[in-house]
Every structure is written in structure tokens, then in C-alpha cells.
């Protein structure tokens, strides 16, 4: 398994815009509410603005939304759906003697996701929702899966003995996800700019995680 045939199945959030067609209008609405916050943040999203960018009736949206919170929340599930993806995609093609390059490519491939869906990963891990905002209960369900997928993947990487024997899957699972959302919020926040760096920098980071196991 080739890093450029993985990389290709890298999922965005961009999308082109299309004109909107009976019976897809939630999916048209989340597609310009991303649209929306990717030109001018948040404070540039409202159910008003959104119904007249869709061509709707400034009443439809409130069919599929029940205010902008929950329009916010629905992004962030959307976006644990194609991050998840990542994670799937790649342990597909992982077998017991490239999982170091497998493993390596997720972790390149979750760096690029959340700097070319910027907006939307802010939603997933900020203050948005979780803390000024109300996450909804599907919203929490799918993070916790989300979560799930990865310590399973670390858990993995244990049983092959590529980490510390001495400390617990779980504990590991959150301590380098912690290290690798750090690195993510570092460059999307500006402070790291040189992004040619950034997959230098997630390397060094795979090799301290993975040293103590080998």
C-alpha cells in the first residue's frame, strides 16, 4: 500500500456549489452553511442568511434545523463522519508489517483534514459547541464513536508491541490523540505557519510515540 494511493481518498468538506433539487435540502443546506463559515466564520451564519444563499424560504430550513445551534452540531457530525473515514481507509489496507507506514499515513492524512477543513474542525473540538454552544446528543454519540475508532487502532498498535508495554491502551489512546489535535490547533490557529514543516514535525511526533514500544 502505496501514501499517495491513501492519500487519495482523503474526504473533504469542500464542495461545489450546486443548485438545490427537491429532496436533498438538509445535505444543501449543511454544504452552504460550510460555505457560509468558511468565508466569514460563524458570526457569518444565521438561518436567515442561509435560507436566501440556498434559495428557500426563510422558514425551510427550520424543517431539518431546529435553530443554529443545532445547524453548528450537525456540521461537526458530518465532519467526524469524513474524519472517521480516514481512520477506516486506512486500516483496510493495514497488515502486521506496515502498520508503522499505515499508521503514519492516518496521522499525515488527519493533519491535512483538519487544515483543509479548518472551520469545520473548530466546530468538532472547540469552544463553539462544547463550551458556548449545547452539543446534541447525536453529536456527542458520534464523537464518542469517533474516539472508539481510534483507541481500537492504538490497540492495535499495542498488541503488535509498538508501545510501552507498561502503560494502558486507553491512557495511551488519549495522550497521543492529545498530541496529535495539539499539533493540529497549533497550525490551524497561525502558531505554526510554516506549514511545509508540518509533516516533518508529525513524523518526529510518530517517533517519539512509538519508540518506547520499540
Known amino acids: 500500500m502505496t501514501l ?14 450546486k443548485p438545490y433539487h427537491h429532496g436533498d435540502l438538509r445535505q444543501t443546506l449543511l454544504n452552504a452553511a460550510v460555505e ?3 468565508s466569514g466564520g460563524v458570526e457569518n451564519l444565521s438561518i436567515r442568511k442561509l435560507a436566501d444563499q440556498v434559495g428557500v424560504s426563510r422558514t425551510a430550513p427550520y ?9 453548528l452540531c450537525a456540521i461537526a457530525e458530518q465532519g467526524f463522519a469524513r ?6 481507509d486506512a486500516k483496510r489496507y493495514a497488515t ?11 496521522v499525515l492524512n488527519y493533519l491535512r483534514f483538519a487544515d483543509q477543513n479548518r472551520e469545520t474542525y473548530d466546530l468538532m473540538y472547540g469552544r463553539e459547541i462544547w463550551r458556548a454552544g449545547k452539543p ?8 464518542r464513536h469517533s474516539f472508539r475508532i481510534w483507541r481500537q487502532w492504538i490497540e492495535t498498535l499495542f498488541e503488535q508491541g509498538m508501545f510501552d508495554r507498561n502503560e494502558s491502551p486507553r491512557r495511551i489512546a488519549q495522550a ?5 489535535h495539539g499539533l ?15 509533516d516533518d514535525i508529525a513524523r518526529t511526533m510518530l517517533r517519539a510515540m512509538l519508540r518506547a514500544g520499540g
Not at 474524519?83 to 477506516?88: E, F, L, P, R, V
Not at 446534541?136 to 464523537?143: I, K
Request: charged share 25%.
Open 96 to 106: 502486521g508489517d506496515n502498520l508503522a507506514e499505515i499508521f503514519e499515513t492516518y
Open 136 to 143: 446534541t446528543e447525536s453529536l456527542q454519540a458520534v464523537s
Open 63 to 71: 424543517h431539518h434545523f431546529q435553530d443554529k445551534n443545532e445547524l
Open 36 to 38: 457560509l463559515i468558511s
Open 4 to 17: 499517495s494511493r491513501l492519500n487519495d481518498t482523503l474526504p473533504s468538506m469542500t464542495t461545489r456549489k
Open 176 to 180: 497521543h490523540w492529545a498530541s496529535l
Open 184 to 198: 493540529c490547533r497549533l497550525f490551524n490557529d497561525g502558531v505554526y505557519i510554516n506549514h511545509e514543516e508540518r
Open 83 to 88: 474524519q472517521d473515514q480516514i481512520m477506516t
